[in-house]
């Protein structure tokens, strides 16, 4: 099946600093990806979806100037936390969406940990 | 707006015993209604899928079955295995979502010799 690989698996930084998380389809172009965040013992929660060559549309609730998109290319689209804080640590996932139809594949997850 | 709960984990089993992870969804319309699983250090994979009532999907032993009167989709295996071990999600697509799919917490399932 289609890969899709993200990066970090892991993060922590201190409170105030920025963190980029990269999601990659390696060997398919992905016109959309989705980007979703988990805290302990809550549902996934869908984020964002990133299309390739336009702003990202963001769920109600997400700040889109503090989890920045880009989508630049078709194999892959990155979340910058900016200015993170002990609040924003959490479990984040990227997926894919597989050319032509509308199956998903998802990357492993990066825990956020802020200090 | 929709929404998807399971039962809390974890769920610790011997092997071969039987598995039912519980899942219950509001929605409107026809949902589609999937499980993923995650094994550790892996990306989600679909394990199956129901796109309609009384749907039964089946993969790898599991199955479960679109209830659209007791609105459920409840994961069973009949004989888990010790590489079974890993968190199950809950999911549903609703009707023209395109691919936004709403999660349940998701159960992790511990298999023992």
């Known amino acids: 099946g289609a890969v899709v690989s993200q990066h970090p698996s892991w993060v922590i930084c201190k409170s105030g600093t920025s963190v980029k998380i990269e999601c990659r389809s390696l060997?398919?172009?992905?016109?959309?990806m989705f980007w979703y965040r988990q805290f302990p013992k809550q549902s996934l929660m869908l984020m964002a979806t990133?299309?390739?060559?336009?702003?990202?549309?963001?769920e109600q609730g997400v700040e889109k100037d503090k989890f920045l998109i880009n989508h630049a290319s078709l194999t892959l689209s990155t979340l910058t936390v900016t200015s993170a804080h002990p609040e924003d640590s959490s479990f984040y996932i990227c997926s894919a969406l597989v050319p032509p139809g509308e199956k998903l594949f998802f990357g492993s997850g990066t825990q956020l940990s802020v200090l | 707006g929709n929404s998807v709960t399971q039962m809390e984990g974890p769920v610790t089993l011997s092997e071969e015993a039987f598995l039912t992870i519980n899942c219950t969804y509001t929605a409107t319309g026809y949902p589609s209604l999937f499980w993923y699983v995650q094994y550790p250090g892996e990306g989600l994979q679909l394990l199956l899928k129901a796109t309609k009532a009384d749907d039964k999907g089946s993969n790898k032993g599991f199955e479960a079955t679109y209830r659209k009167e007791t609105t459920s989709f409840h994961l069973e295996k009949g004989s888990v295995q010790v590489s079974d071990s890993a968190v199950y999600f809950c999911a549903l697509r609703g009707t023209g979502t395109a691919s936004k799919l709403t999660f349940g917490t998701g159960t992790r399932l511990q298999v023992t010799l």
């Open positions: 990133s299309n390739e060559g336009s702003k990202a549309t963001y």
């Open positions: 060997d398919f172009q992905a016109t959309t």
